[in-house]
């Protein structure tokens, strides 16, 4: 069990982003991390990331919020909105600037090599004709590496992989990597569990905890639901909303997914014989795995 420094309880959570109802692939993370949570005696919270309007929805996080307590999903603390947070995240990025680990870069997109693999053109200082536009974090150079529990040691070397990264976009929007680092520690979340879509995301997440003194939670990434040509489910393709289904066949459907055949039954039972057998032992090492929408209850 993880547990953040100076207590006892485990914390984990489900932070989904506003852009559509829950779908099969949100749906395998929110029982996951909630299951995960239940058989640790510990606490499992709701995170609304609702940082960047453009994508968002109207509507969408109430839905995903009455989809997940339609589900037998409920949060055990208050929901937490990420735009209820700038100042927080203003903060931290003002600390990274003063201790020399962030700086204001004046390149755009178009300026990036195809790589998409920040050369430092602005590390030293923006040059002559740019303004600063997105704040960019320095990275080691050294290898970064953290543990996951499915899939073991990670190893990345930011600055080959990605170079220094933006923690404040040009439009003023602060960064997914940022607002993750500095609301899991404000909840003190134990444990991060997530799809793999996000592994590669971690490193960076973990580069931005030692960069501001934050403890690092464990990470456990399952696998990512895809569809059969590879590609993954979204909520922006409306790719098999939960409300669609009765949710014991949702909830059972996601539980064989992740490697657990549960009796069929009704929702109660079916959460009850989750809890009582769930174990990361028995999830997928494999990165992605396709499902068919169209048989999801048949599985």
Partial sequence: MSTYPGSKTYIGRFAPSPTGRLH???????????????KSHGKWLVRI?????????VGSAEAILSDLATLGMTADEPVLFQSHRFKAYQQSCEQLIQSGLAYWCGCSRRDLPATGIYPGTCRNGLPP?????????RVGDVPLSFMDRIHGEQV????SSIGDFVIKRADGVYAYQLAVVVDDAFQHVTE?????????????????????GLPT????HISTAVLPDGSKLSKSMDSDPICRQAPAEALRAALIFL????????LASIWHWAIENWSIARLSKDHGIAVDLGNLAGK
Avoid: M, N
């Fill in 24 to 38: 099969f692939g949100s749906l395998l993370a929110a029982v996951a991390s909630y299951l995960q949570a239940r």
């Fill in 49 to 57: 990331e609702d940082i960047d309007p453009p994508r968002e929805i």
């Fill in 129 to 137: 004709g740019k303004l600063p536009r997105a704040l960019r974090v």
């Fill in 156 to 159: 990345d070397d930011l600055q």
């Fill in 192 to 212: 991060v569990v997530r799809g793999t879509d996000l592994l590669d995301s971690t490193a960076r997440q973990v580069w931005l905890q030692q960069c501001l």
């Fill in 217 to 220: 939670p464990g990470y456990v």
């Fill in 259 to 266: 490697g657990h055949e549960p009796p069929a039954g009704g």
